[in-house]
């Protein structure tokens, strides 16, 4: 199960990351809003690399690489059975998270509590985008492999659902 939600969980972590990416620069049309170069700032932090004004390389190297490696957590989730919406949100506390530890332990940002709301919400909204991205695309790849331990635990269980989500309850109800 590992091997696979380590391949699974890159490729998704990528797309999440590129749909995020699609989702921040069509915000930033609209808002004006400057790339930002806190992911360089932390990676130079993290890696002795010189500070100052970071090439783009280092940005992309450190925005893509959390969203790929970060993916691999998701990949695990729905190896395990908990997929679907819930498990999405679960995830998007996990991206925030993992963001706000590296930005904070460097020294490079602040807690989220003390950023102006609009900056916070943007943030929020960016990485839920990355969360539902990366799970769509990991659930689709797990679901190859059929139902996770956890899904297969719930079929057992008197009044659990077995299927992946709340979403996938309503679909069924419809057909």
């Known amino acids: 199960m590992l091997k696979r939600a380590v391949w699974q969980g890159l490729v998704a972590g990528l797309a999440g990351a590129l749909v995020m990416t699609a ?8 808002t004006g809003r400057p790339d930002s170069y806190v992911p360089a700032q932390v990676l130079a ?7 100052g004004r970071q090439p783009r390389w280092q940005n992309l190297t450190m925005h893509y690489g959390q969203g790929v490696l970060v993916g ?20 998007t506390a996990l991206r925030l998270s993992n963001d706000q530890i590296l930005e904070n332990a460097t020294g490079v940002g602040a807690p989220p509590l003390t950023w102006p709301r609009p900056e916070l919400a943007i943030d ?9 991205a990366t799970g769509v695309v990991a659930d ?6 059929g139902a996770g331990p956890g899904q297969r ?7 659990r659902h ?3 989500g709340p979403l ?7 057909a």
């Open 23 to 30: 989702a921040e620069k069509l915000e930033q049309r609209v």
């Open 140 to 145: 689709a790849l797990a679901a190859r492999d």
């Open 153 to 159: 635990h719930a079929a057992l269980r008197p009044g």
């Open 168 to 174: 996938d309850r309503v679909a069924a109800h419809r």
């Open 72 to 91: 691999v957590l998701r990949s695990v989730m729905a190896q395990a059975g908990l997929r679907g919406v819930w498990a999405s949100t679960m995830f």
């Open 45 to 51: 932090r993290l890696t002795g690399l010189p500070e």
């Open 124 to 132: 929020i909204v960016h990485k839920s985008i990355y969360a539902f």
């Open 162 to 164: 077995a299927d992946v």
